[in-house]
């Protein structure tokens, strides 16, 4: 069996190799340790051996990710579907009942109705599960997987969690059948920087140490007008021809405000938008291999990375008790999807509680 890494490090590389074919597995790693690149791999691996191979995805743009590198590494003969984790599901419960899933109150399936349909019904001979930023699904999910036989691979990190249906690591463990959880460590995404300001979001024993590489210290900058902010983003887009610029934004109203701002300030620069509330057309995809402004929901961007990360509205959580757990957890979701640039903006007389009380060692205001 031959085998193509991709892009992956020596200690990656090791880390993937020590996972035998069989069995479930349960990897954690921060951000930026290479998580979704070694599900990539494992999930080609796995289709080697000539079963039905799944790498799965909560979110609808983490699978548009990763979809180009499952193409790169696999061939015509080990065919891997990458798919959201609710479109598969979906997609195997119609086949088997020719009936629409029923759903429950957390937006997810009714997992009794599942189990006793998979208990019922012929198992897939040979199939293979990998998820990816496996921390969004829900702990009825592995079990589930568990009765249709599939050997489960899952890749997690439980201090990126940004959905209110979630596993904890020990969660999936015990849905896997208590698999041991292993470490994949180092961070390739980040600055030294941005990692560092990172640490003060983190919720968790311990922060990740950060890494050597040093980049430019991340900025906060008050947006006095939304004119301003529109300036701000052309401006960078302008200087940085060649750099992937994410700008986040918590709803989608405001992804649109400011869509239409952008577009009629400079419409040579064509940003894209996404929003998962879109069912179909233009703000479902995206050309995430293109340079430029991409306008992205907070909900969306777990797993992405960008050159430049802009988040300009800080300000719509100055009411949230700056040592909630979620909202740490989501500012440190968002500042490492950076590469090499971070900028946090906000409206108003007064910088948000949480990014207040963050030094200037660490965070810069412009």
Not at 30 to 51: C, D, E, F, H, W
Not at 68 to 74: D, H, N, R
Not at 182 to 192: D, I, Q, T, Y
Request: with cysteine; charged share 20%.
């Amino acid at each position: 069996m031959t085998l193509t890494y991709l892009d992956l490090t020596a200690r990656q590389r090791a880390v993937l190799d020590s996972l035998p074919f069989d069995g479930n597995h349960l990897v954690n790693g921060a951000p930026g340790s290479g998580k979704s690149l070694l599900a990539v791999q494992r999930a080609v691996m796995l289709s080697l051996t000539g079963g039905p191979t799944v790498l799965l995805t909560r979110s609808h743009l983490l699978r548009q990710s990763l979809a180009p590198a499952v193409a790169a590494l696999g061939t015509s003969g080990n065919r891997v579907t990458v798919s959201t984790a609710h479109a598969w599901l979906a997609a195997w419960y119609r086949d088997r009942t020719g009936s629409e899933a029923p759903r429950a109150d957390d937006g997810w399936y009714d997992w009794s109705v599942l189990v006793r349909t998979a208990t019922s019904t012929d198992p897939v001979p040979g199939l293979s599960v990998v998820v990816d930023e496996g921390q969004d699904l829900p702990p009825g999910f592995y079990r589930f997987c568990r009765v249709l036989g599939a050997r489960i691979t899952v890749y997690a990190d439980e201090c990126q969690q940004l959905t209110e249906t979630h596993s904890t690591l020990a969660e999936i463990s015990k849905a896997l059948g208590g698999c041991p959880v292993r470490e994949v460590e180092g961070n390739h995404r980040n600055s030294r920087q941005i990692a560092e300001l990172a640490r003060h979001f983190h919720v968790g024993s311990s922060a990740p140490e950060p890494p050597e590489r040093e980049g430019a210290l991340p900025q906060l900058h008050s947006f006095a007008r939304p004119e301003v902010l529109t300036a701000f983003l052309t401006g960078i887009a302008q200087s940085r021809p060649r750099s992937s610029v994410g700008v986040v934004l918590k709803s989608t109203r405001a992804q649109l405000d400011l869509l239409a701002r952008l577009s009629k300030a400079a419409p040579r620069l064509r940003p894209q938008l996404y929003t998962a509330e879109a069912g179909h057309g233009r703000y479902r995809h995206l050309d995430l291999s293109r340079p430029g402004l991409t306008l992205v929901n907070r909900a969306s961007v777990k797993g992405l990375g960008f050159d430049v990360v802009v988040v300009p509205d800080a300000h719509v959580d100055a009411d949230t008790d700056p040592s909630s757990a979620a909202l740490r957890m989501t500012y440190y979701v968002l500042a490492t999807r950076a590469r090499h640039e971070l900028h946090f903006g906000y409206e108003g007389g007064s910088e948000p509680p949480l990014l207040a009380r963050i030094p200037r060692d660490d965070l810069f205001r412009a």
